[in-house]
């Protein structure tokens, strides 16, 4: 896709219409940030001072714990709460296993006509912390155009579930009974990335367990946070506003205790961090080709008259002048 030339004005429109929550604009936006094209970052970079208003909830847990359903309940509570809401949903890995996407899309597909809902599914990519720039540059984008809550749904617990729940103010971890999940949280560190437990299928036997095992391994948590646990059964709209009113709750917490501040510090710098990393990556990759082309060092090299500690000193100092 070729997007011509655009004047400074003309990305100031383009800016402009999604904060104005032209849907189309915004769309285009996000295919932008999804496929890399320098053009999305000057676009973000002029969508940034419109951002800061919507609370970001990372919804996180194994597959098949219902956390779709749950997202798609959530979405119903919101909405009659009278707030709009944004969901990102992270599919599992490649374009090759777009069944969950699909059904994912299915049954959130009565919110679809719905125009204080914004639903976008989001590919995982191979690149180190690709998935969470992505997500995190979606909900930008969603931020910007007004809408009041944004959902993060994650694919599973791991590494990469943590980082992006990480651009989240607040993260609800779904657990369902019967799994021995409670090992596994532990295990993935999700303890301290929890804000608010969610028991869903609570309709299954083995609930008031889990929510007795969750109660007591917040005690092995570094720091001792209350994290509410809210059982939910997803199917039968069980529990929806409960887990609605916790998360409301939250919000209000950070706000009030001056939190919400120290976790967009947080998300703020991790993107910065992710962009450092990525133009660093590029530059070192750059440098490396040159270098190889340079007969010159590489025969130093070769003829050991410089070590490598040394030419890496020379190559440091010239980037230091840059
Ligand atoms: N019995 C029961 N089934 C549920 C509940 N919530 C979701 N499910 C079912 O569990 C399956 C997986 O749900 P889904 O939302 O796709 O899970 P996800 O992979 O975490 O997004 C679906 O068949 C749901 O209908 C619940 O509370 N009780
Ligand atoms: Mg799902």
Do not use: C
Not at 28 to 40: Q, S, T
Not at 44 to 72: E, Q
């Amino acid at each position: 896709v070729s997007h011509g030339i655009m004047t400074y004005s003309d990305k100031e429109a383009f800016a402009q219409a999604v904060v104005a929550g032209d849907v189309r604009s915004a769309a285009r936006l996000m295919r932008l940030a999804d496929d890399r094209e320098p053009l999305a970052r000057d676009l973000l970079s002029l969508l940034f001072p419109h951002t800061g208003r919507a609370h970001i909830v990372g919804i996180t847990g194994n597959p098949g714990a219902g956390k779709s359903s749950l997202v798609d309940n959530l979405i119903t509570s919101w909405r009659g709460r009278g707030l709009s809401v944004g969901v990102v949903a992270v599919d599992p890995s490649s374009p090759f296993s777009g069944g969950a996407v699909l059904g994912d899309r299915i049954r959130m597909m009565r919110h679809a006509t719905d125009p204080g809902v914004f639903i976008r599914s989001l590919a995982t990519r191979g690149a180190l912390g690709g998935l969470s720039r992505s997500a995190g540059d979606i909900a930008t984008v969603m931020d910007a155009m007004g809408l009041d809550r944004v959902l993060i749904e994650t694919v599973g617990v791991g590494q990469d579930e943590v980082d992006v729940v990480r651009m989240a103010h607040t993260t609800v971890v779904v657990m369902v009974p019967g799994l021995g999940d409670e090992i596994q949280i532990l295990k993935a560190g999700i303890l301290e990335i929890a804000d608010i437990f969610a028991v869903n299928k609570a309709d299954k036997p083995g609930a008031d367990r889990l929510a007795m095992e969750l109660q007591s391994v917040q005690h092995l948590g570094t720091d001792q946070r209350h994290i509410p646990i809210v059982r939910t059964v997803a199917t039968a709209q069980e529990g929806i506003e409960e887990l609605v009113d916790a998360i409301e709750t939250h919000a209000g917490l950070l706000r009030s205790s001056g939190e919400l501040q120290e976790r967009d510090a947080r998300r703020l710098t991790q993107a910065v961090f992710q962009l450092v990393h990525e133009a660093v990556d590029a530059d070192l990759t750059e440098l490396f080709d040159r270098l190889n082309k340079e007969n010159a060092i590489i025969d130093e090299l070769l003829s050991r008259r410089s070590a490598p500690a040394t030419v890496a000193q020379r190559l440091l100092e010239l980037i230091n002048k840059i």
